[in-house]
């Protein structure tokens, strides 16, 4: 199985909700960067409610310890996991957050 990153563009205009912007542990994406510093993101999910993007960046960040924050696109919010400096390091994690509950998360650059 070859996996194919999907690329979605971000419209800054349609971003509405970013959840947080703290400091990322160097050991996440390899160097201390904000939560915009990075090249790659997970998607996790989109949902129609902004409480359960909450709910799950909450779960995220307390079960896996990752940075997560979510995005309001339209009529979606947008939950991500990120940002990586590294695609290895961020394929990595996709495969814990898909072992996790998320099977259907996946990379975007």
């Known amino acids: 199985m ?3 990153p999907i690329l979605i563009p971000i419209d800054s205009l349609a971003v509405d909700s970013v959840s947080s912007q ?3 542990p160097a050991a ?3 160097t201390t960067e904000t939560a915009t ?3 790659y993101k997970i998607q996790i999910i989109a949902t129609a409610s902004e409480q359960r993007a909450g ?3 909450a779960d995220i960040k307390g079960t ?3 940075p997560a924050f979510y995005e309001k696109g339209g009529n979606l919010y947008k939950v991500f996991v990120g940002y990586f400096m590294e695609e290895n390091t961020a394929r ?3 495969a814990k957050i898909r072992q996790s509950g998320f099977p259907d998360a996946w990379l975007v650059y």
């Open 37 to 39: 510093g990075g090249k």
């Open 2 to 4: 070859i996996l194919r």
């Open 64 to 66: 896996l310890n990752y």
């Open 92 to 94: 990595q994690a996709l």
């Open 28 to 30: 996440i994406i390899g």
């Open 22 to 24: 703290a400091e990322i």
């Open 55 to 57: 709910e799950i960046v």
